[in-house]
């Protein structure tokens, strides 16, 4: 890989060490500071999941053009990773164990990948400025669908067991879902954004500064939060589930992308490569923001982020190496 992208990844670990090294000192409180809910990793969590994300989020959806969408790269790339990530939340509510929110939350660390932290470098130094242009695409649309349909997920489950605890009625129950996932700092930006899109309005110059501020809080927050993390809950005691979530992610997940797309769906050359080494990036800090909203598998999802990027080092000159061979 380049030098672009290794100072990339460094700067990734010198963040998250910096992230570490606060919370291991406790400088901003102890893990149970105020009860639940209180400890800093989760205000820290919250404040990107209720603010920062759902700038981000609003902003990009206002201003996507989905009349120049390269819909068949982005049926080859979302239709292996929907499927990777059907299946493995499938899986986890068939095993039945763990909280409710345990199968969308390994499903999400399945195929989240960092696309900005990571990807960025890794298309523009490896592919140009053509192939970062096809990934920026992507990324458009990435966290806007696969965090819509997870939130569905995880909100039915969740209401599931509400409605197995105290039994309501079908009509509250779906009442109830509807509203906590419309109702939401994820989906609900992404509403609203489409809602403002269709419209055809246009951002005003003022707003549209004010959400691209917060949006670009978004990956510092991330990188520091994800250190902390590690402080607060630690190495998760069992690696076994985490270590195949990472097998998953960087290696599954850009083999499911190569075959449908290659030779599932005939696509060639750059889009292919820019996609096959999208789905092999490592797990987004998105995954763990979404794991401490739901309080799930927190230790695990932080564990993951960090050995799946450390990996990534090994596991992407694979990748494009195979690439270079088609």
Known sequence: MSWMVFYK?????????????????????QADAGGSGGDPARVLSNAAFYIFVPALLFRTTARVDFAVMPWPTLLAFFIPVMLLMLAVYAWQRWRGTGTAAMPATRAITTVFGNTLQVGVPVAAGVFGESGLAIHITVVSLHALSLLTVLTLLVELDLARERSREAPAGLVATLKTTLRNTVIHPVVLPVVAGLLWNALGLGLPAVIDEVLATLGTAVV???????????????WPQRWRGMLGLVFLKLMVLPALVLVLAHWGLGLNGQPLAVIVM????PVGSNALIFAQRYRTLEGETTAAIVLSTLLFVVTAPLWLALLALL
């Open 278 to 281: 999208m789905g092999a990036l």
């Open 9 to 29: 990844l460094l700067a990734i670990f010198i963040a998250v060490a910096i992230g570490w090294f606060v919370g291991r000192m406790r400088w901003l409180g």
């Open 220 to 234: 510092p927050l991330c990188l520091t939060l994800i250190g902390m993390s590690l402080a607060y809950y630690g």
